[in-house]
């Protein structure tokens, strides 16, 4: 018996001195856990099969370049790969339940434009730990991603801001039309306020108010600046739908003393820059649909086992303006 319950000790020794051992490294079980399961999901004979897209708002025309952009490279790929392009309205939450319902899903790649880059990372460390391929698109975020793809935001402001300062001669009042503060449009800012800080004789009058990236924003906050502001000699839009509604709002206050410059190169922009009496006057160009199609392409290389050559790439943009709007080929 004596043999018995010393045996029966030493086991129970053992299990709990595992348990405890498990509770004090958990971050190396997880690890190993994410390696391992990365092993057996991505290698040479794993076909991608599905693609979940998790966007801003569909509602407008960039994300919607960026949805085709994932479908266009998917069916180049070809096998009959699936894509779920969702739209969260920027809110953080939606955005967090799509990204579960990905993983959940046992969806093989997630492209995400995150609405707030410290808020998924939550959802984003999960998708990993169980093997999932995830990828941002458009705004960096606060979490382990297989790629981040966007443009440069930061060079997209400072083109912007430097057309502006050129086009006022370096003296003037300019306001911005802020956005959600995502990373993307803060960087706008940082190179617009970069650009115009080489002017002392430029004033800022106006870059907090949150248009929200849409076109009733744009139209209602500029409509508020029109009516505080007697004289605004430019305005830089973070994005060209709120840029489109700053237009509106200029004509239904019938004032034409200023001009503005968006973000995007988007169909809306191009339009309003063709009409003689809107003052939309140039756009800092980027490629959606081009960003989605190297993010498809750098998923299937990782489920296929390849390493992507950078995690990090930067996309340049183009400023198109009135005088080179002919030759832009757009969206």
Do not use: H
């Amino acid at each position: 018996m004596k043999t018995i319950f010393l045996l029966v000790g030493i086991l129970s020794f053992t299990v709990v001195s595992c348990t405890n051992s498990a509770q004090n490294n958990s971050s190396t079980i997880n690890t190993a856990t994410n390696t391992s399961l990365e092993t057996t999901v991505n290698s040479p004979n794993r076909k991608l099969q599905t693609i979940g897209v998790a966007l801003g708002d569909l509602g407008n025309p960039f994300y919607n370049a960026v949805q085709k952009g994932a479908e266009t490279e998917a069916k180049r790929i070809g096998g009959n790969i699936r894509v779920n392009a969702v739209s969260s309205g920027f809110d953080l939450n939606q955005q967090s339940n799509q990204i579960e319902n990905f993983t959940a899903a046992n969806t093989d790649l997630i492209i995400l434009s995150a609405v707030d880059k410290k808020g998924v990372k939550p959802v984003i460390d999960q998708a990993r730990l169980a093997g999932k391929v995830v990828i941002a698109v458009d705004s960096a975020v606060d979490a382990d991603v297989d790629a981040m793809i966007s443009s440069n935001n930061t060079q997209a402001g400072e083109v912007a801001c430097q057309y502006i300062a050129d086009r006022i001669k370096g003296q003037g009042s300019v306001v911005i039309l802020n956005g959600t503060p995502m990373d993307s449009i803060n960087q706008r800012v940082s190179g617009c306020e970069k650009s115009l800080s080489k002017y002392p004789n430029i004033k800022l009058i106006s870059k907090d108010q949150n248009a929200e990236g849409t076109r009733d924003g744009g139209l209602r906050v500029m409509s508020d600046l029109l009516t505080t502001f007697p004289k605004i000699d430019a305005v830089f839009a973070t994005n060209d739908q709120s840029g489109v509604g700053a237009d509106l709002a200029a004509r239904q206050a019938k004032r034409k003393e200023f001009f503005i410059v968006g973000v995007d190169g988007s169909p809306d922009a191009t339009k309003a820059m063709e009409d003689k009496d809107g003052v939309f006057a140039a756009t800092a160009a980027q490629n959606p649909a081009g960003m989605a199609e190297k993010a498809v392409q750098i998923g299937n290389d990782i489920i296929q086992g390849k390493k992507s050559e950078s995690p990090d790439i930067l996309i340049p943009v183009k400023l198109v303006t009135k005088d080179n709007l002919s030759s832009y080929k757009g969206w």
